[in-house]
């Protein structure tokens, strides 16, 4: 079973761009989630897509936004990008039915941004 | 507010060491705890998740424990190997499926 597929591995930006990243979940996962990594900030929630519907967001601006297509797959987009916009993104899926249930996350290798 | 902190923030041993990394949460109204791996430039593996019931999880040489009452969680590692040189995190799950992670412990064993 193939496991958390984000594409690209890198990216290389200027600020004011915008950047749209990929994420394929595993293979029957619905949930799919999405994190921001910094050195200075750690792992932080930006938000949680089940059945092409966002149920929950974390505490970031506008600017980051993200959708899922029928198929699960997820795209997330950064518009007007700001130098601390460099950071790792990770996506995780998860084959969770309903808020609240233990289940396992599965991350994928993520997508380094680099905002120049 | 949620707010995970692990303790210490990095740890070298030598190889065949036992060893214990520590998690705290501030909010014990968690529905799970789970403990991952992150290796250099990679994503993170999923180790050990121990439910609220629950107060611990084994697998094959981890061994993560979770007392709600004080706001604690270890995972405890047998036998040390090289290869088990990493970043460990641990992550409060709550109701909305949000993780809150710890800023993790970066573990190095050596030869």
């Known amino acids: 079973k193939a496991g958390v597929t984000q594409t690209p591995r890198y990216l290389i930006k200027t600020r004011g761009q915008q950047v749209t990243l990929s994420c394929s979940p595993i293979s029957g996962h619905r949930s799919v989630s999405w994190y921001q990594q910094t050195p200075g900030q750690g792992l932080q929630f930006l938000f949680e897509?089940?059945?092409?519907?966002?149920?929950n967001k974390g505490n970031f601006p506008g600017r980051f936004s993200g959708r899922q297509f029928s198929n699960s797959r997820s795209e997330m987009n950064v518009s007007t990008l700001e130098l601390g916009d460099s950071a790792l993104y990770l996506c995780?899926?998860?084959?969770?039915?309903?808020?609240?249930?233990?289940?396992?996350?599965?991350f994928g290798s993520g997508t380094q941004l680099s905002v120049l | 507010k949620q707010e995970v902190t692990q303790i210490p923030a990095a740890l070298s041993v030598p190889e065949g060491e036992n060893l214990v990394l520590n998690c705290s949460f501030t909010d014990s109204a968690i529905y799970n705890l789970q403990w991952f791996r992150q290796d250099p430039g990679k994503g993170l593996t999923s180790l050990l998740l121990i439910q609220s019931s629950q107060r611990e999880q084994t697998s094959g040489r981890l061994n993560a424990s979770l007392d709600k009452s004080s706001g604690r969680s270890t995972l405890y590692i047998a036998a040390s190997q090289p290869g088990d040189s990493a970043t460990y995190l641990c992550?409060?799950?709550?109701?909305?499926?949000?993780?809150?992670f710890g800023t993790g412990t970066l573990l190095a064993v050596q030869p």
């Open positions: 992550a409060a799950g709550g109701a909305t499926n949000k993780l809150i």
């Open positions: 995780a899926s998860s084959s969770i039915p309903r808020q609240g249930t233990n289940e396992k996350l599965f």
């Open positions: 897509y089940f059945s092409e519907t966002q149920r």
